[in-house]
């Protein structure tokens, strides 16, 4: 998994409810992503990171938040769980400069009911 | 809008043959080109990854890359059931973020 861990591996939430997705890397990168992955499709872009302290949005950042206060860790806060959030997540990370490959952790899988 | 367009499939090859999967993207300034495999349930894996016009061979696997047409292309030569998977086609828009295509499934059969 490249040195990223997430966890946990699969949670239900109910509608309403809050969470927060773990992703830590033990690799010193600098560049850190979340993205989800709904059923038959491709990966879409919610929050990343270049550095400790530096986050943007993605494509779909719209119910999602992060913060970076460390270079190991990048969560992903989910305040009011809705359905439309049912996914697969996956956090990555970039090896060396931002033109460089992503590597991906193992993913969350989160069931909203 | 940037986008990266895939030929969805499912893409049925024998064993042994040779698998061609194909990629369109929009924006013009990408900088750099990669192929990941997924298997159901799993994360992606990079396979290969390509920054300059032509070719590029590991193995079984060769990216080709036409910036002039803003194509990429994953040739999987002697093809095993063990690549049947989803391919993805992702390309970065020159600020780190990668664009990922939906997938193409592919299915080698025995």
């Known amino acids: 998994n490249a040195g990223v861990t997430q966890t946990p591996k699969f949670r239900i939430l109910k509608i309403g409810q809050s969470m927060t997705l773990q992703c830590t890397q033990d690799?010193?990168?600098?560049?850190m992503y979340w993205y989800r992955q709904d059923p038959g499709m491709g990966l879409k872009l919610i929050y990343y990171?270049?550095?400790?302290?530096?986050?943007d949005k993605g494509e779909v950042p719209n119910g999602y938040n992060v913060s970076r206060s460390t270079t190991e860790d990048f969560p992903l806060r989910l305040e009011l769980a809705a359905p439309s959030q049912t996914s697969v997540y996956f956090c990555?990370?970039?090896?060396?400069?931002?033109?460089?490959?992503?590597?991906f952790g193992d993913g969350t899988r989160l069931s909203i009911l | 809008q940037k986008e990266v367009e895939q030929n969805s499939g499912p893409l049925s090859v024998p064993e042994g043959a040779i698998a061609s999967l194909n990629c369109t993207y929009s924006?013009?300034?990408?900088?750099?080109f990669f192929w990941y495999r997924q298997y159901s349930g799993k994360s992606p894996e990079l396979i290969m990854s390509?920054?300059?016009?032509g070719d590029k061979e590991d193995g079984r696997f060769t990216a080709q890359l036409n910036k002039a047409s803003q194509y990429v292309s994953l040739l999987i030569r002697d093809s095993q059931p063990s690549d049947s998977a989803t391919y993805l086609c992702?390309?970065?828009?020159?600020?780190?973020?990668?664009?990922f295509g939906q997938g193409t499934t592919l299915q080698v059969k025995p």
């Open positions: 924006d013009r300034g990408s900088q750099s």
């Open positions: 990555a990370i970039t090896q060396g400069n931002s033109n460089q490959p992503q590597h």
């Open positions: 690799m010193n990168h600098n560049y």
């Open positions: 390509i920054y300059s016009n």
């Open positions: 990171s270049v550095g400790a302290g530096i986050t």
């Open positions: 992702a390309v970065n828009d020159g600020t780190g973020k990668l664009i």
